[in-house]
């Protein structure tokens, strides 16, 4: 059995590529698998670290704006797109693959409409509630169209044969017990807010956050573990400015990276986070009340979406960028923690949109097409 793969430009596309392919090698130990990403892309690290071969092509995408640096790249993104598929067209017939698997981003345009072409089963997943442009075009003839959230299905091609999959989980997060991870971090009885902006920073979450601290640590009410990234190391800083030394306050852990996510959100009240695809897949699956900031810089406002999927099931908050304050942040806190079970209500409602087995899900759906492709040349 091959398997060829095609995503990447960002983590959120690379990622869920990965724990596919992951399961896919439990399960089928001599199956045969190859990525194909974009060169230059973060897919060329992490890929090869996760254990997989990859080939590269060259392909970009469309800017909006028309200055004349964006009409220069947008003229090289046309002769891309145009060699891009010729690159692909020789990977996927060196391969022969029996299937092939887009998770989105632009590399995936170019590689599973040529394997289209080519009369290859092709398969999409789409991990947003708002899909992307490639995933909108490529709906239509691909063989399923594997959702995350079954908002997206409105947005995308009405011939598209969808099945509702939900987002690859990584299993230490499905493994981690609330109290054992308490116990691991130190904490006490008190809520614990968990909140973070991603692994480079996010400005005006750790702007926000550090004035939400200046409310909440002096009612000593709660503990707080933030993740302030790699871009934002000014933070520790900034809030012994606001009168809030980060070495002598117990009841916060301030990081720079948080390297046991798992035990972190297993161990959390809330979360205080962006709403990316993936974290809010982890968030449902372990039932935990959120306070959702969108990026507003991202392609097709997909997190904002992302977060009314939760907000429209009373599973979540939401604060736009926007209207992002301290004092905002701490009117939130507040409401949800006002009454006994607050965020357990909300933590209940997110469990119940959650999909744990999605890697089950997934894994089936490409067994399926394979059988209908075999039934097909038996026919």
């Not at 060169?39 to 997989?52: D, I, Q, S, T, Y």
């Not at 998770?103 to 009369?119: F, L």
């Not at 190391?233 to 012994?240: F, G, H, N, T, V």
Request: aromatic share 4%; glycine share 10%.
């Amino acid at each position: 059995m091959k398997v060829l793969f095609a995503g990447g430009g960002t983590a959120g596309h690379i990622n869920p590529a990965l724990a596919i392919a992951g399961y896919l090698r439990e399960k089928q130990p001599n199956a045969e698998i190859l990525f194909i990403g974009n060169r230059g892309g973060m897919e060329e690290k992490l890929v090869p670290k996760a254990g997989f071969n990859m080939k590269t092509i060259v392909i970009s995408g469309f800017q909006r704006k028309m200055t004349p640096k964006a009409v220069v790249h947008n003229v090289k993104t046309v002769v891309r797109v145009l060699t891009s598929s010729h690159q692909a067209k020789a990977i996927i017939k060196a391969f022969q693959p029996d299937l092939c698997v887009g998770t989105g981003g632009y590399v995936s345009g170019p590689v599973i409409r040529t394997a289209m072409k080519m009369g290859i089963p092709a398969i999409i997943h789409e991990q947003n509630a708002y899909p992307g442009v490639t995933n909108k075009m490529l709906s239509g003839g691909a063989a399923r169209v594997m959702l995350a959230v079954s908002d997206a299905q409105k947005h995308l091609n009405p011939n598209a044969r969808c099945v509702l999959t939900g987002n690859p989980i990584r299993p230490d997060i499905l493994r981690q017990d609330r109290e054992s991870a308490r116990r691991q971090l130190g904490v006490d009885g008190r809520p614990l807010i968990l909140s973070f902006g991603g692994s480079l920073g996010a400005r005006k979450v750790n702007e926000a956050v550090a004035d939400l601290l200046t409310h909440t640590i002096p009612t000593g009410q709660f503990q707080h573990i933030h993740g302030y990234g790699q871009y934002s190391r000014w933070m520790p800083d900034l809030l012994r400015e606001k009168g809030i030394d980060p070495d002598k306050t117990p009841q916060l852990d301030l990081r720079e990276y948080i390297h046991d996510m798992p035990v972190c959100l297993a161990a959390a009240d809330l979360v205080i986070s962006r709403a990316g695809a993936m974290t809010l897949s982890e968030i449902q699956a372990t039932g935990k009340a959120s306070i959702l900031i969108p990026s507003p810089n991202v392609a097709e406002n997909h997190q904002y979406h992302n977060a009314m999927a939760l907000v429209n099931r009373g599973a979540a908050e939401i604060v736009e960028e926007k209207d992002l304050t301290g004092d905002v942040l701490w009117e939130k806190v507040q409401k949800i923690f006002a009454q006994p079970g607050g965020a357990a209500q909300l933590g209940e409602k997110a469990a119940a949109m959650a999909i744990r087995n999605a890697n089950e899900r997934i894994y089936d759906v490409m067994m399926d097409v394979l059988a209908e492709k075999k039934a097909g040349k038996k026919a």
